[in-house]
């Protein structure tokens, strides 16, 4: 009996029409359900109700897989050993900020535009003092990953509001926002990650597959 690639098998949109991604073993990344593409510039992509994303990272029609992986010892399986997943906690006065650094992207938005507050080779490297509270808040919502987070007077706020979309960041991750569904285990999720927003590896390299955590930086080239 023949065998179907899944990366090439269509989805059966699920009931509740959420929008979804499949990680699937060793292949692409399975959209399903519908949710705006968007390059780099911010230019929504035309797909199709459901599509496969690449992420081996050597796709020749980038961001979406040729079915390159299966030439390739592409291999989907998370290597990290899980040591950097824990959450710090930061506070001053009314103001608590929430760190996992075995869940950043790297993306630096907070180290270049606050360095004051995000320091690097500091310690601690985040110094809640060092801003108004309403600059420090506006930071920590730029971060994609969901790595930082914070509280105001005990009540934490950790996602954001918008439509489904996926940002393909250039030489770099996919940026993931609007409550798109994950389909993966419980115990894949870092701790204290956000649901609603997080970043995915497309460079293949990631130690903490499906999650991005920065290996695009060693030269990795989309050729947007």
């Known amino acids: 009996m023949g065998t179907t690639d899944p990366a ?12 979804s991604i499949e990680p699937r073993p060793n292949g692409p990344f399975r959209v399903v359900n519908g ?8 230019e929504v992509l035309p797909t199709k109700a459901a599509y496969s994303l ?17 030439t390739l010892p592409f ?11 824990r959450r710090e906690v930061y506070r001053h006065d009314r103001l608590t900020v929430f760190d996992n650094r075995g869940i950043c992207s790297h993306a630096a938005h907070c180290t270049d535009e606050l360095p004051a ?12 003092s060092a801003a108004d509270q ?6 920590v919502r730029r971060c994609p990953s969901g790595a930082l987070s914070y509280a105001v007077d005990g009540v934490e706020h950790r996602d954001g509001q918008g ?28 701790k204290g ?18 999650f991005c955590d920065g290996s695009h930086w060693d030269g990795f080239e989309d050729g947007q």
């Open 8 to 19: 090439t098998t269509p989805a059966t949109p699920g009931p509740d029409h959420t929008p």
């Open 35 to 42: 949710a705006h593409l968007l390059n780099a510039r911010g």
């Open 54 to 70: 690449c992420r081996c990272g050597h796709s020749g029609t980038k961001p979406f897989c040729d079915g390159t992986h299966k």
């Open 75 to 85: 291999d989907s399986s998370k290597l990290t050993d899980g040591g950097l997943d």
């Open 117 to 128: 507050v995000f320091r690097l080779r500091q310690e601690p490297w985040i110094e809640c």
């Open 134 to 139: 309403a600059a420090i808040l506006a930071q």
């Open 163 to 190: 439509p489904p979309r996926i940002l393909v960041r250039k030489n770099g991750p996919y940026e993931v926002s609007g409550g798109i569904a994950l389909k993966v285990g419980e115990s894949e999720w870092g």
């Open 193 to 210: 990650a956000s649901r609603e927003h997080y970043t995915l590896c497309r460079c293949g390299r990631s130690k903490n597959k499906p």
